[in-house]
């Protein structure tokens, strides 16, 4: 029996109504031949209570703990949406984290799924059960603790079944109908994808456009489990949605596909840094073992020895950069003039495998932004993305003139 | 270590203040020198909830689908009182059902404790750990499902902990402050017990002094358990509540320790049966197998070998009778001609291991009765309680003067 995954998100099982209308959609797919492993998150908003009440019980509160009632809300879907299935006549059960058992490491609140036991589930497929549910989001660590796998963890869950199921397709429905060219509400000509690649998803994922967990991205690519993106509020139709897949399945190629940005940026620079070999190293070592997410690097050229070097961060790490800056100077392994931060800048990004074959589309974008007056900060590359910071208030421009240019707004 | 069980109901953890309130009797009790495994409820309200979600979902739900969902709420709280003692800087876990584990039968929403494994929460204790926090009112079944114990089940949690780790004794915190001769709503002059007989607190719960779970208090006479019922919702007092405990650690006895009522029961009599030889049998073996809890039974004096059969049963069951008696009639499995239903009665009665040694307080209940002029309709009496069935209207009536007559104000 061909095996599908399908994922709903917590606005897509926010109530009782709404729980009964995704099951209508399982009952469709059942109907077409499929057995079905639904992923469920916690109901809309339920996280965020549950969250509430532990920090407001424990602001440093004990991950174990954390992960043992924030854990819960998904239990309480699975279980409705395997009651849902049952009064539809489809034969449905509902499983927890430990009793599939979906095996975790330790690390509490960002655990990583190690092994997803198959044959509990298999077996009452055997048995003539259509429907899994299984409670997002949660599994299993080596001593027995309820673990979860992180915000938009539920995600990932529904990627490693289909992964460890070889299921024919992976269905994450969202409050959104598919992954566009650039975020619809910057530039109203934002288009939606029929495809787009693994790499191009997960560009687009780790640079803010949240509609999947980066995690889950990644292990859809390295188990090539074909993901689609697709709205649980719209008309049926096979068609719907954003098919994230591999690249070779995609035979039409713009250069660009999309236009991502980043608010959430900061830009800081260490003046006059001794200019020795191992200086990045002992920059960047303390900062990493701070838990600072350094992303874009750039060092001036040397003069007399001394350079500046300057990155980008989340802003909410600036300060916890700057602690570890300073230590690091206190302790004699670096030595710098000052530190100097600005948190007024945004990242813009154009996305696209094309652009491995298509050259001169740095140069594009660089004149594109210059034609509108923008001064770029700081710039990054990689074989598939080009990264400008800039000031934050000429974010929406670069993005408009983006998308206008590299016209993605065509299919 | 001496160890003590403390159970906080529902009322007692409905929110994170009060959780924080709870935390701090269990940290005083830890001061104390106790090891303290604590049994919560759902926060109050929040089982209510998921029954409504089930209940909306599927009318006629899978019952362990329902204990999935329904068990969720315990662990929340769970949770969040180990994180409340963890941040007092005592080491507290949390446990849930499956984790301890908690064995018990399969008969989903009534299942029945069957064994606990004490080897996980006693390594931790040796380990340096003082507080095990339990998510009451659950287990897992045989299959590995989770289960629940029935509405009420934390207190039989609480003492099945208690018995299986040998504890001091089980303090069941609750929304009200012991075990009352009668309910202060009816009686004003009722006064709080200092101490109860497991046989009496039976009586008392079963006949719907709704303070414990019978299960518990059965639970707790089979395995000796000194049970205390408590206040959370007022000042520490060493000898406060009401101890539940074996009859010889009660040295004064008077002959009647309580007035019980229950509004909830119907009267039923079937007319002119034949009376043979297991006629009793013939009528009341179907009833039980419809789920039909009989209580009380009294056969009139046959007549030309015909008699009348009157029992009382809880009102609700009153259809599902009339259906069993029909359905058997119909199989000719028994006779009679017609069914008299009363749904306007009360039961009252009153309990007390003291009349054991003291003679005549069936006769003085009798007199009191009918110097109010109260009619009697059926009487059970067993060896620490009698029952009257009587007119509802006269039921307040009854519980006052048979509290005035027996001087239960008075200590």
């Not at 509020?233 to 719907?240: G, I, L, Q, V, W």
């Given at each position: 029996m061909p095996l599908l995954v399908m994922k709903f998100g917590g606005t897509s099982v926010a109530t009782v109504d709404r729980i009964a209308r995704a099951s209508k959609r399982v009952a469709r797919e059942v109907a077409n031949g499929y057995d079905v492993i639904v992923v469920v998150s916690a109901m809309a908003g339920k996280t965020n209570e549950l969250v509430g009440w532990v920090e407001e019980t424990?602001?440093?509160?004990d991950a174990r703990e954390y992960d043992a009632v924030v854990a819960s809300g998904e239990i309480v879907t699975a279980g409705l949406m395997a009651l849902r299935l049952q009064e539809m006549d489809i034969p449905a059960r509902s499983w927890q984290g430990w009793q599939v058992p979906v095996k975790t490491t330790s690390a509490h609140s960002t655990a990583r799924i190690e092994e997803i036991g198959t044959d509990a589930i298999n077996q009452k497929f055997k048995e003539g059960f259509k429907v899994a549910v299984v409670a997002g989001f949660q599994g299993i660590s080596p001593e027995g603790r309820v673990t979860t796998l992180g915000r938009g963890g539920s995600d990932t869950t529904a990627v490693a079944f289909a992964a460890a199921f070889g299921a024919e397709r992976c269905d994450i429905y969202t409050d959104v109908d598919g992954v566009y060219t650039t975020d619809p509400r910057i530039e109203d000509k934002a288009r939606k994808l029929d495809k787009i690649a693994f790499e191009e998803m997960l560009e687009l994922a780790s640079l803010g456009a949240k509609v999947l967990q980066t995690r889950s991205v990644e292990l859809a690519m390295r188990y090539k489990v074909k993901l689609r993106v697709l709205s649980s509020?719209?008309?049926?139709?096979?068609?719907?949605g954003t098919l994230v897949c591999?690249?070779?399945?995609?035979v039409e190629q713009n250069a660009v596909s999309g236009v991502a940005y980043s608010r959430d940026e900061a830009k800081m620079t260490l003046i006059s840094v001794a200019d020795r070999p191992g200086i990045a190293s002992a920059i960047f070592t303390p900062l990493s073992e701070a838990g600072v997410n350094v992303d874009m690097i750039v060092q001036n050229i040397s003069e007399e020895g001394r350079t500046d070097m300057t990155f980008s961060c989340p802003t909410n790490q600036v300060k916890r950069a700057e602690e570890a800056l300073s230590k690091a100077k206190d302790a004699g392994a670096i030595n710098y003039r000052e530190v100097v931060c600005d948190t007024d800048v945004a990242k813009v990004s154009v996305v696209g495998i094309g652009m491995r074959s298509h050259a001169g589309i740095a140069a594009k974008m660089f004149s594109v932004l210059a034609r509108e007056g923008i001064n770029i900060k700081v710039i990054t590359t990689s074989e598939i993305k080009i990264s400008v910071l800039i000031d934050r208030k000429y974010m929406e421009l670069a993005v408009q003139s983006l998308h206008d240019a590299f016209e993605l707004h065509k299919a």
């Open positions: 424990s602001p440093l509160y509020f719209e008309e049926y139709d096979p068609n719907a591999d690249e070779e399945e995609i």
